[in-house]
Structures are given as C-alpha cells and as structure tokens.
C-alpha cells in the first residue's frame, strides 16, 4: 500500500517540477539578421538570471509574425522592421507602450567577392550583366520590403522585378550571393560583414526612413515577465557590446 501511495507522489512531485522548468524557459523570436547577436546575447543572460533557459527561434519578421498570430508560444518579438511589428500591434499580440525600437541598420547591395564586376549605383542593376539578383521576398522578409521601396522610389523596380531570386530570409539572399549562384543582392550591412571573405559591399543604399528594430514583449507568452526583463537587458551595456561587434548601430 505505501508503495501505491509514494509512487504518484512521485509523479506529481516530478510533473511540479517539469512545470517549473518549463516555467523557467524564455522563448525570443528574433528576425533572421538578429542570430548570430542574440545567440551571444543569450548566454550572457542567462548567467545574468540563473535558472533561466533562452529558447531562440528566427526567421523572417513576417514568417515569426504569422507563427505567433497562430498560436506559437513566444515571449519576446524582434522584428526588423515597424510595419511587421505595426502589425502586430494592431492584432493585439503586442502593446504599444511595450515596443522599443533597440538597433539600426542600413541596406547594401553585395556581389560574390570573385565577382569582377560591380554596380556603382543601383541602376547599375538593370544592366544584363546582372542577370539574377537576390531580394527578400517583399511579402514577409523586411529587407525585401526596404529594397522594394528604394527601387520603386528610382522608378527601377518594373526593370529589376523580373531579375529577382526571391529569399525567404536575408541570411538566404546572403547565401546565395555568396555562393556565386546570383550576381548581385541586397542584405542588411551587418549580414555582409559576416561573410568579408566571401561577399563584397558595392553599394551602401540610403532607404526614405531609417532601418529601425523593434522588440516587444507578449502578453499572452509563457513567460511574459521574464521577457521583458530580456528587453532591458537588450540596453544594458554587456548586451549592447555584442550587438555593436556586429555592426548594429544605435536607434
């Protein structure tokens, strides 16, 4: 009889504590050009916060949107981009007293660093000798929406549009160009700079506004609280090193 009685006492203490460290999970959905920062971001935090575990998923800011509109368990959204997290607002997965905007960036067109050719200027682009060229896709990739911007406002997005190889992520358009499968792209500086070896900056391209992240916290995550304590730490000057290592600059 004691042995029926310890063993689901045994269960329920086990399954308190499963909860407990699933509690203690903090998960961050972070826009694909934000990875290799916050994978060097989360250590960091976690010895900052014993018992606390990071949990980190990227992808494009679109594609995280729609994984959290869907029901995705998330804490922590960065986008890259305003209108991925406008949108989020508006469907009420965030509060706007609880968005920051916390890096910017800037847009750069790459081409394969073997590449013998380069635009020096984006209408460059239009001629023949860049046939294939790598842009985010508009629909759900931020830098494909920057880029998309930029080239309508040059009149040069009818020319440019059929030369496309869509990206589903920036890291992919990154990917692409420097494995010599594309001759030229548009990536985020800071993207570029992971690859000097193998991609090569032509062009720096201003954008009509500036390439601003925010990160907000969710009310309906897991661990909502703990993700706003993530958010501060974002400011705090370990964390901001490490985004500045990378080429982040200030909001």
């Keep these: ?20 460290a699933q509690a203690a999970d903090l998960t961050v959905s972070a826009a694909a050009s ?21 949990q980190l998923n990227f992808a494009a800011s679109g594609v995280l949107l729609q994984q959290i509109a869907k029901g995705a368990p998330a804490d922590v959204f960065a986008s890259a981009d305003q209108e ?5 607002q508006a469907q009420k997965l965030v509060q706007p007293a609880q968005r920051r905007d916390f890096v910017s960036n ?10 013998a050719k380069a635009p020096q200027a984006v209408a460059d682009l239009t001629q023949p000798a860049y046939a294939r060229i790598a842009i985010g896709l508009p629909a759900s990739v931020p830098v494909g929406r920057y880029t998309k911007g930029v080239l309508e406002g040059a009149n040069l997005w009818g020319a440019i549009e059929p030369k496309m190889v869509g990206a589903t992520n920036v890291r ?32 720096t ?14 009310p309906a995550g897991p661990n909502a609280a703990m993700g706003e304590k993530f958010i501060e730490f974002l400011f705090t000057p370990p964390a901001q090193a490490v985004l500045a290592r990378y080429g982040f600059g200030k909001p």
């Design 205 to 218: 391209v201003p954008t009509p506004k500036p390439i601003l992240y925010p990160v907000a916290s969710l």
């Design 84 to 88: 991925t997290m406008d949108q989020a």
């Design 34 to 54: 934000l990875t290799n920062a916050f994978k060097d971001i989360a250590p960091l935090f976690e010895a900052a916060h014993p018992g606390t575990q990071v």
């Design 1 to 20: 009889m004691k042995h029926r009685l310890i063993r689901p006492l045994g269960l329920a203490l086990a399954a308190g504590l499963c909860l407990a």
């Design 172 to 203: 992919q358009a990154l990917d692409y160009v420097q494995r010599g499968e594309v001759d030229a792209g548009f990536v985020y500086a800071t993207d570029a700079a992971l690859m000097a070896d193998k991609v090569r900056v032509a062009l």
């Design 106 to 115: 800037s847009l750069v067109v790459i081409v394969p660093a073997t590449s």
